[in-house]
Nanobody
Framework: VQLQASGGGLVQAGGSLRLSCAAS????????MGWFRQAPGKEREFVAA????????YYGDAVKGRFTISRDNAKNTVYLQMNTLKPEDTAVYYC????????????????WGRGTQVTVSS
């Protein structure tokens, strides 16, 4: 399984970005997908997750109401729409996947993408 994240960049506070994560090398039926982020010197933090069926989505407290996770199963791609970005959102963002229900804990994921840098200037 390979995950390729893209869409990061430099944006001013209050701006928006959309991250994409394309999955390949497997069959992703019933795979939960998640986004995490890691800032320098900090632990990897849960951002958002979605079930394969899109029936359930989950968000970290820091991003609730600003970020939206979605997925296109036909394209094996998960998205993270990030609005009203803040400087504290600056981090490397990673997508991940696991069989079954998505988890909020990074240790529960087996497959990870390489990450995409998001930098929010004040």
């Amino acid at each position: 399984v390979q995950l390729q994240a893209s869409g990061g960049g430099l944006v001013q506070a209050g701006g928006s970005l959309r991250l994409s994560c394309a999955a390949s090398g497997g069959t992703f039926s019933n795979y939960g997908m998640g986004w995490f982020r890691q800032a320098p010197g900090k632990e990897r933090e849960f951002v958002a997750a979605v079930t394969w069926s899109l029936q359930s989505t989950y968000y970290g407290d820091a991003v609730k109401g600003r970020f939206t996770i979605s997925r296109d199963n036909a394209k094996n791609t998960v998205y993270l729409q990030m609005n009203t970005l803040k400087p504290e959102d600056t981090a490397v963002y990673y997508c991940s996947t696991r069989a079954g229900w998505p988890s909020l804990r990074p240790g529960d994921y087996v497959y990870w993408g390489r990450g995409t840098q998001v930098t929010v200037s004040s």
